[in-house]
C-alpha cells in the first residue's frame, strides 16, 4: 500500500456521542430538586473519562491502516471460525455484547491490522528461520529433570564418570512421566517442548550430554539419541506466515506483544504529525506519540557546563 502523509486536525468532541450532537445546551436528563444535565455537560466528563483511551483506538486505526492493508478475504477467514463456533447463535451472542456481525468484523479488521505490525517489527527474521530449521527434523532423545543446578551437575559428573544415563535417571529425576523409564522421551518435534529444553536440545550433537538447562520446572540433563527429517517439509515461503503467526500468538499471551505494539504505533503516530488543539487530548497525543524531545529549559541545562580545573593536592613531604 502507498504511504500517503497524514495530517488530521481532532476535535475537541472526539468522543461526544451522536445522540448528544443536537445542541450543546439541550437537556438530557433533568431534575427539579438537584438540577439538569446537559448534552454538553455529558459529552465533556465522556471526554474527560474515555477520550484518551478512544483517541489511542482511532490513532492506531488511523496510522495502521495506512501503512497496511486487510482485505476481505482476511477478514472473512478470521471470521469463518467465529462463525462456525457459534453457529445460528451467532447473531444473539454478538447482540448480548451490544455488537452486529458487521461490526464485530471491523473489529477483527482492526486486530489483523495490528497483527501485521507485529509480524513485522516484533518478529525477528532469525527467529523466524531458527524455527524453520528446526522443524526440518525431530529428535529422540531423553533427559533428567532436577530442582536445582547443582543436583543437574552431579547427575553430569555421575554419566561422565561411567554411570548410564538410564541409572542416573532413574536415581535423581522427578519427571514422574521419564523417571522409570531412564529419562525417555521417544521423538519429539520442534515446539513440543519448553522453549529452553527445544533449543538446548535442537543445538545439541549426537550422545552428547548438555549442560544444565533452566526451565519452570527445573533443572534438564538432556540427551539427544537420533534424528530424522520430517518428509515432505514444506519450503520456507509456505511456513513464514504460520511461524510468525505463531510467534506473536506466544508473544500476545505474555504481553509483550501489547509494548511492542505500543512502540510502534507511537512512532506512526509521531510521524504522521497528528495535531489537536483541546488540552486534555493533546496531553494523551504527546504521550502516544512518544513525544521524548527535550522541552527548552531541559536543553539549557544539558548544555556542557564549564569544567572546573582539579585543584593541585598539596603534598605532606617537606
Known amino acids: 500500500m502507498k504511504k500517503k502523509a497524514l495530517t488530521l486536525t481532532l476535535a475537541a468532541s472526539v468522543v461526544a456521542l451522536a445522540a448528544c450532537s443536537s445542541g450543546d445546551n439541550e437537556k438530557i436528563v433533568t431534575s427539579k430538586d438537584l438540577g439538569d444535565i446537559t448534552a454538553s455537560d455529558f ?21 495502521l491502516a495506512d501503512k497496511y492493508e486487510v482485505t476481505k478475504e482476511e477478514i472473512d477467514e478470521a471470521f469463518a471460525p467465529i462463525k462456525e463456533q457459534y453457529g445460528d447463535e451467532l447473531n444473539a ?20 491490522l495490528q497483527e501485521k505490525a507485529l509480524m513485522e517489527h516484533a518478529v525477528s527474521e532469525d527467529e523466524v528461520k531458527k524455527i524453520y530449521e528446526q522443524g526440518k527434523e525431530e529428535l529422540n532423545g531423553r533427559h533428567i529433570l532436577v530442582e536445582d543446578e547443582e543436583t543437574a551437575k552431579k547427575a553430569i559428573k555421575e554419566i561422565k564418570d561411567g554411570a548410564s544415563f538410564a541409572d542416573v535417571a532413574k536415581k535423581y529425576s522427578t519427571d514422574p512421566g521419564s523417571k522409570d523409564k531412564g529419562g525417555e522421551l521417544g521423538w519429539f518435534s520442534q515446539g513440543t517442548m519448553l522453549e529452553s529444553f527445544n533449543d538446548a536440545a535442537y543445538d545439541l550433537e549426537l550422545n552428547t550430554l548438555s549442560e544444565p538447562v533452566a526451565s519452570d520446572f527445573g533443572f534438564h540433563v538432556i540427551e539427544i539419541t537420533d534424528r530424522r527429517e520430517v518428509k515432505d517439509y514444506p519450503k520456507f515461503e509456505k511456513k513464514e506466515k504460520e511461524i510468525r503467526e505463531g510467534l506473536v500468538q506466544k508473544m500476545g499471551q505474555t504481553g509483550e506483544a501489547q509494548m511492542v505494539l505500543d512502540e510502534v504505533v507511537g512512532k ?37 557546563q564549564p569544567k572546573e580545573e582539579p585543584k593541585e593536592e598539596k603534598s605532606d613531604k617537606k
Not at 99 to 110: H, I, M, P
Request: hydrophobic share 40%; aromatic share 6%.
Open 43 to 63: 459529552n465533556e466528563m465522556s471526554k474527560k473519562l474515555t477520550g484518551p483511551f478512544v483517541l489511542k483506538q482511532m490513532l492506531t486505526e488511523k496510522v
Open 93 to 112: 451472542a454478538l447482540a448480548s455484547s451490544g455488537l452486529t456481525a458487521e461490526g464485530f468484523k471491523e473489529s477483527l479488521r482492526v486486530q489483523l
Open 268 to 304: 506512526l503516530i509521531k510521524e504522521a504529525n497528528f495535531k489537536t488543539e483541546d488540552p486534555l487530548l493533546k496531553e494523551a497525543l504527546k504521550l502516544y506519540a512518544q513525544d521524548e524531545e527535550p522541552a527548552a529549559d531541559e536543553a539549557e541545562d544539558d548544555k556542557e
